[in-house]
């Protein structure tokens, strides 16, 4: 049996756009409204209950209801507050007032960009064996605002597929690639970096196939798909449109930050300007500060132009990285380095030189705000950040005018103005790839080394200079912005020291140099003057202090595309055939006017055409909402996934949903408001019976809630959970021994405050050690994409419920809640618990098994049977520590109920 | 409609469809009943590590993983190369390397002999290196495969690549497979645990994790001091009575709430509340080792109070004793970049004696029959010498992926045999390549599986362990 998509996907006539399957399905949702129907959904759904004999539950009572709504578009309860006003509205509208409440509330992003994280597979860490933290939480932010300001659905794709690409792209825009940007990346030592973009651009082909198309396009990787009509060849036409990007990192304008850099900056001008009145008194009799600073800048200056050269920086002609980095030519000559980070790289650069007599090189390294730490080097692992390697460096030259005459050139001498231990400049001559030049210790800063030629270089009409720059520090320690420059001054020739720009003031007459020139010079002198080394201190210290603006991960299209190549059985190691950009038949085609680039792959998506984007979108708002997709598996809509239970229903949502303007709050408010999802979820007999696995939706379904929304339920009861969104991620206590069994990496730092107590979504997610009381309640390990968590009930889980230190926390805190905030009687108490946990009051024996329990235990404290102090930790004594400790108790036990962590 | 496999209906279990129909429709009240008896009724109905039959009768019931995470080197240990002598410093042809990756080393360095020697031990004749003293004694015991290959040159993708088959993340470790296909035995302990020591392994959680499959099938790390299962311990100041009273209570609510709502997803709640409270007992009993004799803690070496290889050996038998189904021992420390002879000193030091000592223990408790024992790294190391002033190493081995050495022993291997050889420099195989899914096909057919029927249906594929490779290895099958 073909499956419905597919059997509705023919290349005929009947291709079935969403403009043509309106057509099919407003004539079914036009019938009458009335008696139990509320909206069009339940027309779909009580036409398929009849079909099965089955008839509707009847409507949730209140206490149910809005728990339900609460969880479900929060995944927090309501507070006994929001349960009392809604249970005592006596407006007819109260539930779609309540739902509409939801849905402004700020909570509902956090809510839903958990599922919609999962699908992204977003996590702060790399993964695999090093597994370092990366910066992608301002995506996760523009996630939880994106479904706040409810940003119409489509234009949600575009931008995270696109978002760059778009005319005119903001920052946000921007920073919503990150969707892509969350496969892993592997950066243990020694791989080939080639291999494991191999594996990321898979992965993302891989997400973008399932998360908008439902389709399990993964199989065509290796060969045509066995079941569904995508073949190997189609499977890399589609991963050409993602294949062409530069993984980069951006900085995220925060308003906060920059004030305080501001006041930082202010603070430091004015230090640099107090620079010269610090300068101490002459050793000589009667030598005055300012008589000091000008014999002794002037000694300083005669000696650096007794080292200086006059220099000529070249312009590259040609420059390639052996291993797909992006090289770019700056404004200032120099080269940038951005895009792949290999662990080793050979650059290969060739310049015009027209100087004759050429006797060496310079080479400048460069700081650049976008390299790690600011450079120069873009090494970041065994390194503070910014260190590189220059293993070897070869030269040759010839004629501008023959190019293929070229003799190599000679290097020797080589000399630097910095170099870390045992890694001098010369060390770049010896033929070794395991040594070289290395400024570890001094990133941040610009430097240069010194490579004399053994024997002056002239042609006439010009010089093709070609270098080749090998880098084989196994760690990305490669070179992130440099200049060449070369002299024909007599040898021997050295680093002067000093940077390029000061090292030509001072070859500049005095007379020739202008006012700027003087001041910088003079300015450059103050800042290395041994005698102010207490004042560069100070200055040294604030500009560390100074905070940084938060960085995101992005993506840019490269401008010198990739080739993709049907790779043999999906092997890296065996490209084939090349291809283009381009996606299967079986779907809607492309726009032909259209460029072939990821921004026609996004509007694609979400085009007219496209009969799959909406239905899978809607199936999975349905899966959030019922516990179950209409199609059941979100993953695949594909011959091999399961019948939609509700084919028609699902196509009817998928209309409207595109008709809405891609309204997701519209979209969760249909649903929601209907009388499906209205009805009671207990399960009569008769149910059972006749419909087990609720199929037939003739009950509201029973769902255990999402891992995050359980400690959030906990929190939240207790009061301690902390409001505040967004920002970086947080570390909330691990067990203990948790990290022991992972690659040794940056240490779990427990967050202090209000961080502690932050929601779920906001946790700190460690790809090798996902946050363990998460997993254990099935959370999706945010490797690879998943639409669709597992729900399963295990004694692990009870273990969390019952023992772990937050759980503890939490029923501590809402044991203090009840104490203070409920009237004194043990009745009161009991319904106040109860609403705290559990959203509804108790019935008469539970509030008589409490009050049992309660005795028993303060019996046992009260014997001295048991310590109350022990189980009600605080750092001053209370008066009534027993009774604190038999509240926590309660309390705990009742967050460990089932219902406490199902929405029902 | 049924598309499902056998195996994929037992995940179902966890579902109240499954548990209906299992269960028999309508048998409503009895069956809520029933599983509200606690123990008893929990065994089979609604439980996902219920014990199932293999696929055909096996030997081995039960298996026990030691994995050696970062990679020891088989020429010093199994594999010995006397002509590597003669070319000790001097650089490998070229035509070997060629075509071939590396991770740190150049394609020009030098072969390096081993710095050990190597004898011939037992009535097999197996040659082990002088690294291996108690190995040695144990030497017929254990059937030795010169001959595994992996297609993965770097730590994390490999060892992911020998646990789950794939070296993508996300795929079930073959722990998860096995008690997917065979439940577990253990009433009162998870049916996957995870025993680790020294360095962490670059694979972290994914080497046990259970991938798209439900978490009941991951593997539960188990701590060799303080709780072994993170929160088996009840907080503090709450003792057993008191833990007991809240399970009451607890169970109260629940069972109310059962019968208001008729939701057989609370019953398995209660279960697993009750599960909980009897793991609460018995894993403290596992961990408490003063039932040992002091003969056996000498003979695997185990010092009270102190975490170690040794004390995860005499764990994983206890475990096994206990019925839990597949026990994984990590330990990491293998990763010889740098002075390989040092490296293998301390932690054959620290491994050897405890590894012979698990196999002699179980032998002498008639288990060794039923229980698959496994040892084994990610990959091998080179031939060539790894040295580096960059990274400041000298003496070492680099990552080789070509040609590795492991071992089997217990339930259903041919003991005593050493199948395979490379060639001279022990750069490549010559004979009988054993890859990576070879290995885990015969894992699995050891333990009554075939390796192309266990398979579990995700986005739209049947996936198996093997993914679409394997062959088993008939000889190392006795």
Same mark, same amino acid.
Request: net charge negative; hydrophobic share 40%; glycine share 8%.
């Given at each position: 049996m073909s499956h419905y998509i597919f059997a509705r996907l023919?290349?005929?006539?009947?291709?079935c756009?969403?403009?043509?399957l309106?057509?099919c399905v407003?004539s079914r949702a036009d019938a009458p409204e009335g008696g139990w129907v509320r909206n069009p959904v339940d027309t779909f759904v009580l036409d398929s209950m009849r079909q099965h004999g089955v008839s509707p539950s009847p409507e949730a009572d209140r206490y149910t209801l809005v728990r339900r709504a609460h969880l479900d578009l929060l995944g927090l309860p309501p507070?006994?507050?929001?349960v009392?006003?809604f249970v005592?509205?006596?407006?007819?509208?109260?539930y779609d007032?309540l739902i509409?409440?939801l849905?402004?509330?700020?909570?509902y992003?956090?809510r839903m960009?958990v599922r919609w994280l999962d699908a992204?597979?977003?996590?702060?860490?790399?993964?695999?064996?090093?597994?370092?933290?990366?910066?992608?939480?301002?995506?996760?932010?523009?996630?939880?605002?994106?479904?706040?300001?409810?940003?119409?659905?489509?234009?949600?794709?575009?931008?995270?597929?696109?978002?760059?690409?778009?005319?005119?792209?903001?920052?946000?825009?921007?920073?919503?690639?990150?969707?892509?940007?969350?496969?892993?990346?592997?950066?243990?030592?020694?791989?080939?970096?080639?291999?494991?973009?191999?594996?990321?651009?898979?992965?993302?082909?891989?997400?973008?196939?399932t998360v908008?198309l439902g389709l399990t396009?993964a199989c065509?990787?290796?060969?045509?798909?066995k079941y569904d009509?995508?073949?190997?060849?189609?499977?890399?036409?589609?991963?050409?449109?993602?294949?062409?990007?530069?993984?980069?990192?951006?900085?995220?304008?925060?308003?906060?930050?920059?004030?305080?850099?501001?006041?930082?900056?202010?603070?430091?001008?004015?230090?640099?300007?107090?620079?010269?009145?610090?300068?101490?008194?002459?050793?000589?009799?009667?030598?005055?500060?300012?008589?000091?600073?000008?014999?002794?800048?002037?000694?300083?200056?005669?000696?650096?132009?007794?080292?200086?050269?006059?220099?000529?920086?070249?312009?590259?002609?040609?420059?390639?990285?052996?291993?797909?980095?992006?090289?770019?030519?700056?404004?200032?000559?120099?080269?940038?380095?951005?895009?792949?980070?290999?662990?080793?790289?050979?650059?290969?650069?060739?310049?015009?030189?027209?100087?004759?007599?050429?006797?060496?090189?310079?080479?400048?390294?460069?700081?650049?705000?976008?390299?790690?730490?600011?450079?120069?080097?873009?090494?970041?692992?065994?390194?503070?950040?910014?260190?590189?390697?220059?293993?070897?460096?070869?030269?040759?030259? &010839?004629?501008?005018?023959?190019?293929?005459?070229?003799?190599?050139?000679?290097?020797?001498?080589?000399?630097?103005?910095?170099?870390?231990?045992?890694?001098?400049?010369?060390?770049?001559?010896?033929?070794?790839?395991?040594?070289?030049?290395?400024?570890?210790?001094?990133?941040?800063?610009?430097?240069?080394?010194?490579?004399?030629?053994?024997?002056?270089?002239?042609?006439?009409?010009?010089?093709?200079?070609?270098?080749?720059?090998?880098?084989?520090?196994?760690?990305?320690?490669?070179?992130?912005?440099?200049?060449?420059?070369?002299?024909?001054?007599?040898?021997?020739?050295?680093?002067?020291?000093?940077?390029?720009?000061?090292?030509?003031?001072?070859?500049?007459?005095?007379?020739?140099?202008?006012?700027?020139?003087?001041?910088?010079?003079?300015?450059?002198?103050?800042?290395?003057?041994?005698?102010?080394?207490?004042?560069?201190?100070?200055?040294?210290?604030?500009?560390?202090?100074?905070?940084?603006?938060?960085?995101?991960?992005?993506?840019?299209?490269?401008?010198?595309?990739?080739?993709?190549?049907?790779?043999?059985?999906?092997?890296?190691?065996?490209?084939?055939?090349?291809?283009?950009?381009?996606?299967? &038949?079986?779907?809607?085609?492309?726009?032909?006017?259209?460029?072939?680039?990821?921004?026609?792959?996004?509007?694609?998506?979400?085009?007219?055409?496209?009969p799959l984007t909406a239905r899978v979108t809607v199936n999975r708002f349905w899966d959030m909402l019922f516990g179950r997709g209409i199609v059941p598996t979100p993953e695949d809509f594909g011959t091999r996934g399961e019948e939609p239970s509700h084919p028609e229903l699902l196509d009817w949502l998928a209309v409207e949903f595109?008709?809405?303007?891609?309204?997701v709050?519209?979209m969760l408010r249909l649903i929601m408001t209907s009388a499906a999802y209205r009805q009671s979820s207990r399960i009569t007999p008769e149910l059972l019976a006749s419909d087990p696995s609720n199929e037939w939706l003739a009950r509201c379904p029973r769902v255990r809630v999402e891992a995050e929304f359980i400690r959030d339920i906990a929190?939240?009861a207790?009061?301690?959970?902390?409001?505040?969104?967004?920002?970086?991620?947080?570390?909330?206590?691990?067990?203990?021994?948790?990290?022991?069994?992972?690659?040794?990496?940056?240490?779990?730092?427990?967050?202090?405050?209000?961080?502690?107590?932050?929601?779920g979504?906001?946790?700190?997610?460690?790809?090798?050690?996902p946050?363990?009381t998460a997993m254990v309640f099935d959370a999706a390990a945010r490797?690879t994409t998943c639409v669709r968590r597992i729900r399963s009930n295990t004694p692990l889980q009870a273990l969390t419920m019952l023992?772990?230190?937050?759980m503890?926390?939490?029923?501590?805190?809402?044991?203090?809640?009840?104490?203070?905030?409920?009237?004194?009687?043990?009745?009161?108490?009991?319904?106040?618990?109860f609403m705290?946990a559990l959203s509804r009051p108790p019935d008469a024996d539970e509030?008589?098994w409490?009050?049992?329990?309660?005795?028993?235990?303060?019996?046992?404290?009260?014997?001295?049977?048991?310590?109350?102090?022990?189980?009600?930790?605080?750092?001053?004594?209370?008066?009534?520590?027993?009774?604190?400790?038999?509240?926590?108790?309660?309390?705990?036990a009742l967050l460990n109920t089932d219902e406490a962590i199902t929405k029902q | 409609m049924n598309r499902h496999s056998q195996q994929q209906d037992a995940v179902h279990a966890i579902t109240r469809r499954h548990f209906f129909r299992d269960c028999g429709v309508g048998l409503g009240k009895i069956a809520l009943a029933s599983l509200l008896c606690g123990r008893a009724a929990s065994a089979n109905l609604n439980n996902p590590l219920a014990p199932r039959p293999a696929h055909?009768?096996?030997?081995?019931?039960?298996?026990?993983?030691?994995?050696?995470?970062?990679?020891?080197?088989?020429?010093?240990?199994?594999?010995?190369?006397?002509?590597?002598?003669?070319?000790?410093?001097?650089?490998?042809?070229?035509?070997?390397?060629?075509?071939?990756?590396?991770?740190?080393?150049?394609?020009?360095?030098?072969?390096?002999?081993?710095?050990?020697?190597?004898?011939?031990?037992?009535?097999?004749?197996?040659?082990?290196?002088?690294?291996?003293?108690?190995?040695?004694?144990?030497?017929?015991?254990?059937?030795?495969?010169?001959?595994?290959?992996?297609?993965?040159?770097?730590?994390?993708?490999?060892?992911?690549?020998?646990?789950?088959?794939?070296?993508?993340?996300g795929r079930p470790s073959?722990g998860a497979w096995v008690t997917y296909g065979l439940g577990s035995d253990a009433a009162d302990l998870p049916g996957f645990?995870?025993?680790?020591?020294?360095?962490?392994?670059?694979?972290?959680?994914?080497?046990?994790g259970c991938g798209f499959m439900p978490t009941v099938y991951q593997g539960v790390?188990?701590?060799?001091?303080?709780?072994?299962?993170?929160?088996?311990?009840?907080?503090?100041?709450?003792?057993?009575?008191?833990?007991?009273?809240s399970l009451d209570l607890i169970g109260k609510l629940n069972r109310r709430h059962l019968e208001v709502h008729g939701d057989p997803e609370i019953a398995t709640r209660i279960n697993s509340y009750e599960m909980a409270y009897r793991m609460?007992?018995?894993?403290?009993?596992?961990?408490?080792?003063?039932?040992?004799?002091?003969?056996?803690?000498?003979?695997?070496?185990?010092?009270?109070?102190?975490?170690?290889?040794?004390?995860?050996?005499?764990?994983?038998?206890?475990?096994?004793?206990?019925g839990v189904r597949f026990?994984?021992?990590?330990?990491?420390?293998?990763?010889?970049?740098?002075?390989?002879?040092?490296?293998?000193?301390?932690?054959?030091?620290?491994?050897?004696?405890?590894?012979?000592?698990?196999?002699?223990?179980?032998?002498?408790?008639?288990?060794?029959?039923?229980?698959?024992? #496994?040892?084994?790294?990610?990959?091998?190391?080179?031939?060539? #010498?790894?040295?580096?002033?960059?990274?400041?190493?000298?003496?070492?081995?680099?990552?080789?992926?070509?040609?590795?050495?492991?071992?089997?022993?217990?339930?259903?291997?041919?003991?005593?045999?050493?199948?395979?050889?490379?060639?001279?420099?022990?750069?490549?195989?010559?004979?009988?390549?054993?890859?990576?899914?070879?290995?885990?096909?015969?894992?699995?057919?050891?333990?009554g599986l075939e390796?192309t029927r266990l398979t579990y249906r995700f986005k739209g594929r049947d996936f198996r362990l093997?993914? #679409?490779?394997?062959?088993?290895?008939?000889?190392?099958?006795?």
């Amino acid at each position: 049996m073909s499956h419905y998509i597919f059997a509705r996907l023919p290349g005929s006539a009947l291709r079935c756009t969403l403009a043509a399957l309106a057509v099919c399905v407003a004539s079914r949702a036009d019938a009458p409204e009335g008696g139990w129907v509320r909206n069009p959904v339940d027309t779909f759904v009580l036409d398929s209950m009849r079909q099965h004999g089955v008839s509707p539950s009847p409507e949730a009572d209140r206490y149910t209801l809005v728990r339900r709504a609460h969880l479900d578009l929060l995944g927090l309860p309501p507070s006994p507050t929001e349960v009392e006003a809604f249970v005592n509205d006596p407006d007819p509208q109260a539930y779609d007032k309540l739902i509409d409440r939801l849905l402004a509330s700020p909570h509902y992003g956090e809510r839903m960009a958990v599922r919609w994280l999962d699908a992204a597979r977003y996590a702060d860490t790399n993964g695999y064996e090093k597994d370092r933290p990366r910066p992608v939480w301002p995506y996760r932010d523009w996630v939880i605002r994106a479904f706040n300001d409810n940003m119409p659905f489509d234009r949600f794709v575009i931008e995270q597929l696109a978002g760059d690409l778009l005319p005119g792209a903001t920052e946000a825009q921007r920073v919503a690639t990150g969707f892509l940007r969350n496969s892993m990346h592997n950066e243990e030592g020694g791989v080939d970096a080639e291999e494991f973009r191999y594996e990321a651009m898979v992965d993302r082909t891989n997400t973008v196939s399932t998360v908008f198309l439902g389709l399990t396009m993964a199989c065509a990787q290796c060969h045509s798909h066995k079941y569904d009509p995508l073949t190997q060849r189609e499977y890399f036409q589609f991963y050409a449109f993602l294949n062409n990007t530069d993984d980069v990192e951006m900085e995220v304008h925060d308003a906060a930050v920059a004030k305080e850099r501001d006041a930082l900056e202010t603070k430091i001008a004015a230090l640099v300007e107090e620079l010269p009145n610090r300068f101490p008194a002459g050793e000589m009799q009667g030598e005055t500060s300012a008589a000091h600073l000008v014999r002794k800048f002037a000694a300083w200056e005669g000696e650096v132009a007794s080292r200086a050269a006059h220099w000529t920086a070249l312009d590259p002609v040609e420059f390639t990285s052996k291993y797909h980095a992006t090289l770019v030519r700056m404004p200032d000559q120099s080269i940038l380095v951005k895009g792949d980070v290999p662990n080793t790289d050979t650059y290969e650069v060739s310049y015009r030189a027209n100087l004759a007599g050429i006797t060496a090189i310079r080479i400048e390294v460069l700081p650049d705000p976008s390299l790690p730490n600011g450079g120069p080097g873009r090494g970041v692992i065994m390194s503070p950040g910014g260190d590189f390697l220059l293993s070897e460096i070869a030269a040759t030259d &010839a004629p501008w005018l023959q190019p293929d005459q070229v003799q190599q050139v000679t290097l020797q001498n080589a000399t630097e103005d910095f170099a870390a231990e045992g890694r001098a400049a010369q060390f770049a001559l010896d033929g070794k790839l395991d040594t070289g030049w290395s400024i570890k210790g001094q990133e941040g800063k610009p430097h240069a080394a010194v490579f004399e030629f053994a024997a002056p270089v002239t042609h006439e009409g010009g010089t093709l200079l070609r270098l080749k720059l090998d880098q084989y520090y196994v760690h990305q320690h490669t070179i992130g912005r440099f200049r060449v420059s070369v002299t024909s001054a007599p040898l021997p020739v050295k680093a002067s020291g000093v940077p390029s720009d000061i090292e030509s003031i001072v070859l500049t007459p005095q007379a020739e140099r202008s006012a700027e020139q003087s001041e910088q010079l003079k300015r450059y002198y103050l800042s290395i003057a041994p005698e102010l080394t207490e004042a560069h201190k100070e200055i040294e210290a604030m500009r560390a202090s100074m905070p940084r603006m938060p960085r995101t991960l992005v993506l840019e299209e490269r401008e010198t595309p990739r080739v993709t190549h049907i790779q043999h059985r999906g092997e890296f190691l065996q490209p084939r055939e090349a291809v283009t950009p381009g996606v299967p &038949a079986v779907l809607n085609s492309l726009p032909a006017e259209a460029p072939p680039n990821r921004l026609t792959l996004a509007r694609w998506l979400v085009s007219e055409e496209n009969p799959l984007t909406a239905r899978v979108t809607v199936n999975r708002f349905w899966d959030m909402l019922f516990g179950r997709g209409i199609v059941p598996t979100p993953e695949d809509f594909g011959t091999r996934g399961e019948e939609p239970s509700h084919p028609e229903l699902l196509d009817w949502l998928a209309v409207e949903f595109e008709r809405s303007g891609w309204d997701v709050k519209a979209m969760l408010r249909l649903i929601m408001t209907s009388a499906a999802y209205r009805q009671s979820s207990r399960i009569t007999p008769e149910l059972l019976a006749s419909d087990p696995s609720n199929e037939w939706l003739a009950r509201c379904p029973r769902v255990r809630v999402e891992a995050e929304f359980i400690r959030d339920i906990a929190l939240s009861a207790s009061g301690l959970l902390s409001a505040k969104m967004g920002g970086p991620s947080v570390k909330p206590p691990l067990p203990e021994g948790a990290m022991s069994l992972v690659y040794p990496g940056d240490p779990w730092t427990v967050a202090e405050g209000e961080d502690r107590y932050r929601r779920g979504v906001y946790t700190y997610w460690k790809r090798t050690l996902p946050y363990p009381t998460a997993m254990v309640f099935d959370a999706a390990a945010r490797d690879t994409t998943c639409v669709r968590r597992i729900r399963s009930n295990t004694p692990l889980q009870a273990l969390t419920m019952l023992n772990d230190a937050q759980m503890m926390e939490a029923s501590r805190a809402m044991a203090q809640r009840v104490l203070q905030e409920a009237p004194a009687d043990m009745p009161s108490r009991i319904a106040y618990a109860f609403m705290l946990a559990l959203s509804r009051p108790p019935d008469a024996d539970e509030q008589t098994w409490i009050t049992d329990f309660y005795e028993q235990q303060r019996a046992r404290f009260d014997s001295g049977q048991s310590d109350a102090t022990v189980i009600f930790v605080t750092d001053t004594p209370a008066e009534d520590t027993t009774e604190r400790a038999a509240w926590t108790l309660i309390c705990r036990a009742l967050l460990n109920t089932d219902e406490a962590i199902t929405k029902q | 409609m049924n598309r499902h496999s056998q195996q994929q209906d037992a995940v179902h279990a966890i579902t109240r469809r499954h548990f209906f129909r299992d269960c028999g429709v309508g048998l409503g009240k009895i069956a809520l009943a029933s599983l509200l008896c606690g123990r008893a009724a929990s065994a089979n109905l609604n439980n996902p590590l219920a014990p199932r039959p293999a696929h055909f009768p096996a030997k081995a019931k039960r298996i026990i993983y030691l994995f050696m995470a970062g990679a020891p080197s088989q020429l010093d240990l199994f594999d010995n190369k006397p002509v590597l002598k003669q070319y000790d410093g001097k650089p490998i042809p070229e035509e070997i390397v060629k075509d071939q990756r590396y991770a740190f080393i150049q394609r020009d360095a030098a072969l390096m002999a081993s710095r050990f020697s190597f004898a011939k031990h037992g009535q097999s004749g197996a040659e082990l290196s002088e690294m291996l003293p108690h190995l040695a004694t144990v030497v017929d015991d254990i059937a030795i495969v010169r001959s595994v290959t992996t297609s993965q040159f770097n730590h994390a993708p490999a060892q992911i690549f020998m646990n789950t088959g794939s070296p993508q993340l996300g795929r079930p470790s073959m722990g998860a497979w096995v008690t997917y296909g065979l439940g577990s035995d253990a009433a009162d302990l998870p049916g996957f645990v995870v025993l680790a020591t020294g360095e962490g392994s670059s694979g972290g959680a994914n080497n046990w994790g259970c991938g798209f499959m439900p978490t009941v099938y991951q593997g539960v790390p188990f701590r060799s001091e303080g709780d072994a299962i993170l929160n088996v311990s009840s907080p503090q100041g709450i003792d057993a009575a008191m833990q007991r009273d809240s399970l009451d209570l607890i169970g109260k609510l629940n069972r109310r709430h059962l019968e208001v709502h008729g939701d057989p997803e609370i019953a398995t709640r209660i279960n697993s509340y009750e599960m909980a409270y009897r793991m609460q007992t018995s894993a403290p009993e596992l961990m408490d080792l003063s039932g040992e004799s002091p003969e056996t803690l000498a003979q695997y070496g185990v010092e009270p109070g102190k975490a170690s290889f040794a004390k995860n050996c005499l764990l994983a038998r206890r475990l096994i004793e206990r019925g839990v189904r597949f026990v994984n021992v990590y330990h990491g420390g293998w990763d010889h970049h740098s002075d390989v002879a040092g490296g293998l000193k301390a932690q054959c030091g620290a491994t050897d004696q405890a590894t012979a000592a698990l196999l002699t223990d179980l032998k002498q408790r008639g288990l060794l029959d039923e229980t698959l024992v #496994v040892w084994g790294g990610e990959f091998g190391r080179t031939p060539m #010498v790894e040295s580096s002033a960059a990274l400041g190493r000298s003496l070492g081995r680099d990552h080789h992926p070509q040609a590795f050495t492991m071992w089997m022993a217990g339930g259903g291997i041919k003991a005593g045999h050493t199948l395979g050889s490379t060639d001279d420099l022990g750069f490549n195989i010559t004979e009988r390549p054993v890859h990576v899914h070879d290995i885990q096909a015969t894992i699995l057919h050891l333990l009554g599986l075939e390796h192309t029927r266990l398979t579990y249906r995700f986005k739209g594929r049947d996936f198996r362990l093997t993914d #679409v490779f394997g062959n088993l290895v008939p000889e190392l099958i006795a």
